[in-house]
């Protein structure tokens, strides 16, 4: 079975660009929540997604947003780029409380 | 304060030497608990669930103190494969909240 993909798997954008970052859960599972991690320190909690309604929301400014779609998959946008965004965009699908993590989205800005 | 708080590291220890990470956290009606694996640019892997009355995984003990909001890990007999850093993870009205990570380093 395919586990939680993420795409791309690399990008580079600059400031004040616009970024969709993709994600596909795994088979059967409802969930999918957006994480941020910055070198060194744990991921941070964006967003998560249950039945395409948004269930929690960290402390981010609103040029991150999210939405899940009927298949289950997610996107996640953040807008106006700035060089503070540069980090690890990590998507997990969960089966109750356990998350499973897709290898992310590396995103520089320049 | 921050949600969650872990000692940063690192631990160097021999091989089979034994080792506990201790971990924090805040909000006093956190619902459950985690340890998460990390390997150096990849992404996180569930280690075991925290239970109340501590929980056994082969070499990997977890215990939890909810009085103290107090978290650990114990590992014992330490693998080279054992080098990674471990995630601290809370979860609280559909909030995962990760700690910093603490990374530990097993030398030959």
């Known amino acids: 079975d395919a586990g939680v993909t993420q795409s791309p798997t690399h990008l580079i954008k600059t400031r004040g660009q616009h970024v969709t970052l993709r994600c596909s859960p795994i088979?059967?599972?409802?969930?999918v929540s957006w994480y941020q991690q910055v070198l060194g320190q744990g991921p941070q909690f964006i967003f998560q997604?249950?039945?395409?309604?948004?269930?929690g929301r960290g402390n981010f400014p609103d040029r991150f947003s999210a939405r899940q779609f009927p298949n289950y998959s997610s996107e996640l946008n953040v807008n106006a780029l700035l060089l503070g965004d540069s980090a690890l965009y990590l998507c997990?699908?969960?089966?109750?409380?356990?998350?499973?993590f897709g290898s992310g989205t590396q995103l520089s800005v320049l | 304060r921050k949600e969650v708080e872990q000692d940063p590291g690192p631990f160097n220890v021999p091989e089979g030497a034994t080792v506990a990470f201790n971990c924090t956290y805040s909000n006093s009606a956190s619902q459950s608990f985690f340890w998460y694996r990390q390997d150096c640019r990849k992404e996180p892997k569930l280690l075991m669930s925290v239970y109340s009355s501590g929980n056994e995984d082969g070499r990997f003990t977890a215990q939890l103190n909810r009085a103290s909001q107090y978290i650990s890990l114990l590992i014992r007999d330490s693998k080279l494969s054992d080098s990674a850093t471990y995630l601290c993870?809370?979860?609280?009205?559909?909030?995962?909240?990760f700690g910093s990570g603490t990374k530990l380093n097993v030398k030959p």
């Open positions: 997990a699908s969960s089966l109750g409380e356990k998350l499973f």
């Open positions: 088979s059967g599972h409802k969930s």
């Open positions: 993870v809370v979860y609280n009205f559909n909030k995962f909240y």
């Open positions: 997604y249950y039945e395409k309604e948004e269930r």
